[in-house]
């Protein structure tokens, strides 16, 4: 069983900050890369960030420049960190050991590989 367990989240105003710490648990050997996503009720299961091994990154359009994706591999963690928040960021965010590429039609936070999520609300 691979889990990531996930905490940080919370309440931001508009052009706040948060940071979402993650720490892989379980039978770690051999990830390649781990992943962020975030889940608005009525919406896909969108991929926000994701990190190689070798620390490779990307982002998705709608959150590049403004969040960070990190890890430390030494410890399986990845840190995650949000500036310059927005309204439309809100949503649950959720830690994905060794994800695949792209969006999803749904999120499955709590599954093997996935962490349980955590819920960012942004306000004015």
């Known amino acids: 069983e691979v889990r990531p367990v996930e905490s940080g989240g919370g309440s931001a105003q508009v052009g706040g900050s948060l940071r979402l710490p993650c720490t892989v648990s379980?039978?770690?050997?051999?990830?390649?890369?781990m992943g962020w996503y975030r889940q608005v009720p009525g919406n896909g299961c969108e991929q926000v960030a994701q990190?190689?091994?070798?620390?490779?990154?990307y982002y998705a359009d709608s959150v590049k420049g403004r969040f960070t994706i990190s890890q430390d591999t030494t410890t399986n963690s990845v840190y995650r960190k949000m500036n310059s928040l927005k309204p439309e960021d809100t949503a649950v965010y959720i830690c994905?050991?060794?994800?695949?590429?792209?969006?999803?039609?749904?999120?499955?936070?709590?599954?093997?590989?996935w962490g349980q999520g955590t819920q960012v609300t942004v306000s004015l």
């Open positions: 994905v050991a060794d994800p695949g590429p792209g969006n999803l039609v749904s999120c499955s936070a709590g599954e093997d590989y």
């Open positions: 379980g039978v770690t050997f051999g990830l390649r890369s």
């Open positions: 990190i190689t091994r070798d620390g490779t990154t």
